[in-house]
């Protein structure tokens, strides 16, 4: 079965800081992964996909299929950053599976 | 374009009483689909439609009934509401198949005491 894990609930970073956000999956096909971001008072939306390996908002993800990773990272943390980041995986029904999810908190 | 819109945003329910929470899309998307999300557990699916009378169990079904007798409309019916049901609903839909990108309503916050 699927499963998706992000290790840290919480993770407080200083402005202009390095951000890695973690996630690992497992899932025995070819996975298709995604981060989705949920601001203060907003709809949870998609950030970014790894098949289209781009970079929104400086954010990047790279699939690690040998780690079975897909980390979210920017090299500098930004307060409007700060927000609710969950990693998902697409099964074969287009239907997502999330992670417990990761609060980001970028202070000042 | 208003997207996805859930109906009521907040409610409290008693313990075995029944009610429904609403979701429309006028997107003319195929698929939807409910999640519940809980603390530290992320967004679990709940019930899912890949097309108007075409509905199937994701993850937690159980308590929870759906039904898809158009394409815009996905209602979410609550039997005999439990405490264990409180917790924040949310109404997604896509365009198709492996697209990955879910499109959210705002989310319904439901109390059972």
């Known amino acids: 079965a699927q499963r998706v894990t992000q290790p840290e609930k919480l993770l407080s970073v200083f402005k202009g800081a390095p951000v890695e956000l973690k996630c690992n999956y497992s899932?025995?096909?070819?996975?298709?992964l995604f981060w989705y971001v949920q601001y203060s008072r907003q709809r949870l939306q998609l950030l970014l996909r790894h098949i289209s390996r781009e970079s929104i908002k400086g954010f990047t993800a790279d699939l690690n299929k040998g780690e079975t990773s897909f980390h979210l990272k920017k090299p500098f943390a930004q307060e409007e950053d700060s927000a609710m980041y969950y990693c998902a995986l697409n099964n074969a029904g287009n239907m997502l599976t999330f992670g417990g999810g990761t609060r980001l908190m970028v202070k000042p | 374009n208003a997207g996805v819109t859930q109906t009521p945003k907040f409610q409290v329910l008693k313990t075995g009483q029944s009610m429904t929470l609403q979701c429309a899309q006028d997107?003319?998307?195929?698929?939807m689909s409910w999640y519940r999300q809980d603390p530290g557990m992320g967004l679990r699916l709940i019930h899912y439609?890949?097309?108007?009378?075409?509905?199937d169990q994701g993850e937690v079904p159980n308590g929870y009934n759906v039904s898809r007798s158009t394409t815009e409309d996905f209602p979410l019916r609550l039997l005999s509401a439990a405490p264990s049901q409180t917790s924040v609903y949310f109404c997604?839909?896509?365009?198709?198949?492996?697209?990955?990108?879910?499109?959210f309503g705002e989310g319904s916050r439901l109390t059972v005491l």
């Open positions: 439609s890949v097309g108007a009378g075409i509905t």
């Open positions: 997604a839909s896509s365009p198709g198949p492996r697209s990955g990108e879910l499109f």
């Open positions: 997107m003319n998307h195929e698929y």
């Open positions: 899932y025995s096909g070819s996975p298709e």
